[in-house]
């Protein structure tokens, strides 16, 4: 039987950090028993998100049930298994800016992706870079810093070049990215707008 793969955000109300991801993937998987698979548990200040594997809907309700009564509230709920829906440039710009904005790094990345296969040269090392930068900040809600700090110095290396693009500000976002890396320290990121062309 085929079960289908959602990505679950649930509120981080005790204040969660990526250092306790290990301890509550262990958590909600013996909370959920033997069916309960999840899978790329991360935590962000709002949130803790991780992949749930589901048989239909009526057992994904049954699991969110559990999970609010033992863990916390839901915040999300969306269905992993679909394909994108085709988007112009500038609106997976603007939204994969709002996502990695909403320390939803992941889903950022994968949307993203979208600006990134077609692009060349310039705009998409620039585009890969945000990318990088999204993902060592995945690996930070993981607890791999080092992991972490390796990609966003790819990220840097990337995002050489141009000042502005489509309206984001990658002079500060280079800035913040080498002001981590000084710190050896990941922290959360945002991308800054500076016109409305990419809002």
Known sequence: MD????????????????????????KIRELLGSRGAIGNLRVSKRAIEFDLFAEDTGELEERLKLLEKQISKRVTVKLLDKILRPM???EVLREGVNLFNEERYWES????????????????????????????????QK????????????????????????????????????DIIEKGTPAELTIRRISQSAS
């Open 3 to 26: 079960l289908a793969r959602y990505l679950i955000r649930l509120a981080n109300e005790k204040m969660f950090t990526g250092k306790d991801a290990q301890s509550l993937a262990s």
């Open 88 to 90: 112009e440039k500038k």
């Open 109 to 140: 990345h994968e949307l993203l992706e979208q600006a990134w296969q077609p692009a060349r040269g310039v705009e998409r090392d620039t585009v890969h870079g945000m990318i990088l930068a999204a993902a060592a900040l995945v690996h930070h």
């Open 143 to 178: 607890d791999r810093d080092r992991v972490s700090l390796g990609m966003l110095e790819r990220a840097l290396a990337k995002l050489d070049g141009q000042e502005v693009y489509e309206g984001i500000d990658l002079g500060k976002l280079r800035a913040d990215i080498r």
